[in-house]
């Protein structure tokens, strides 16, 4: 089932196109990393697509609705968690859960069970009684992360939850997006880290200035750049190994000596390691293989030639 899209949706802001003509369709069950340099749209397609803010042009639909603004029902489908956090600083985490859920409708028994869930979804049943305004950041964006949840909702938004937070409220929230997609909730998630991308995502949409530039499984991606595999082998002995039988072997392109690692760069998908491993084997001890398999930022730095994030001033 489609849980949301959008057909050619332009969205300006002054001269400024920030989204330019984008098309997006998301499944139930899927979980889309949505990868982007800063200002490039992110926030505004989310913005767009819950109906939040106009657009120009296109087309936006949300669970059957074609246009906003979408009905309550269907809003209430939804759990997002927003680039800025939202909490109330002088409510402890308890009360914060309590009112959201209460917003939703919840009540009773129901809203006394979400809400102890939802604590323990993010590992904060111990903090109940606090308040947030003593919380860490980590911490303030678990309960903010928790605060979409309590109404289970079927499609969960989140714009940049790990941003600047301690590893632990990090593994946190990744833990609690894997049982959510275990669960088969639908999940829209932005980051500028890779890697988080390449653990949870089903599939990968990479955003550039307002365009949505590629998309597909991580895999997929990575296939697009693989042109070259480079293998690196530490040996016991280098000097004893005949470089030229190396480079012959077929698909090896280049041979690089580095005290006693060698470099070997093959044609992709030339299947040749065994052989090179019975050449060296012959002349000296194999003390380590690595294999440097291109990443999606390598698929990022390709397509737009920049990084997908500054290295400066983070983590
Ligand atoms: N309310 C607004 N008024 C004017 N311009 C805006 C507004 N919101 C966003 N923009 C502009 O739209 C562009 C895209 O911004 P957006 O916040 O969607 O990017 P983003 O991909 O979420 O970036 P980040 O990674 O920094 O969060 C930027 O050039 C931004 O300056
Ligand atoms: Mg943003």
Redesign the pocket.
């Given at each position: 089932m489609m849980i949301a899209s959008m057909q050619g949706v332009v969205k300006r802001?002054?001269s400024?196109i920030?989204l330019d003509y984008v098309d997006l369709a998301i499944d139930e069950g899927e979980i889309i990393g949505l990868l982007?340099?800063?200002?490039?749209?992110?926030?505004?397609?989310i913005?767009t697509l819950t109906g939040m803010i106009p657009f120009e042009k296109g087309q936006v639909t949300l669970f059957g609705d074609v246009k906003a603004p979408f009905s309550n029902k269907n809003k209430e489908k939804i759990g997002l968690v927003t680039?800025e956090i939202t909490i109330f600083e002088e409510l402890t985490a308890k009360e914060n859960l309590q009112f959201f859920a209460g917003v939703y409708g919840l009540k009773g028994e129901e809203k006394k069970n979400s809400v102890q869930e939802a604590l323990e979804f993010v590992g904060l049943s111990d903090r109940a009684n606090k308040m947030p305004k003593k919380f860490s950041g980590g911490m303030k964006r678990r309960l903010n992360i928790a605060c979409a949840l309590t109404h289970r909702p079927r499609f969960i938004i989140m714009?940049?939850p790990t941003v600047g937070i301690d590893p632990q409220s990090r593994n946190y929230i990744l833990e609690a997006v894997k049982k959510l997609r275990e669960e088969g909730t639908t999940i829209l998630y932005?980051t500028?880290y890779m890697e988080e991308v390449q653990a949870i995502a089903s599939r990968v949409v990479i955003?550039d200035q307002?365009q949505i530039i590629k998309e597909g499984t991580v895999d997929e991606l990575i296939k697009t750049i693989q042109h070259e595999e480079k293998v690196k082998i530490d040996v016991t002995d280098a000097g004893q190994i005949p470089l030229n039988k190396l480079e012959s072997v077929t698909g090896v392109k280049q041979v690089n000596v580095d005290g006693n690692q060698i470099m070997i760069i093959s044609e992709a998908n030339s299947g040749n390691l065994d052989r090179i491993l019975s050449l060296i084997k012959a002349h000296a001890g194999v003390l380590g293989i690595q294999a440097d398999k291109p990443n999606l930022e390598d698929v990022f730095l390709t397509l737009t030639g920049k990084q997908l994030r500054d290295k400066v001033g983070e983590e």
């Open positions: 802001y002054g400024n920030v982007g340099p800063n200002g490039a749209g992110k926030t505004t397609l913005q680039q714009d940049e932005t500028h955003m307002g």
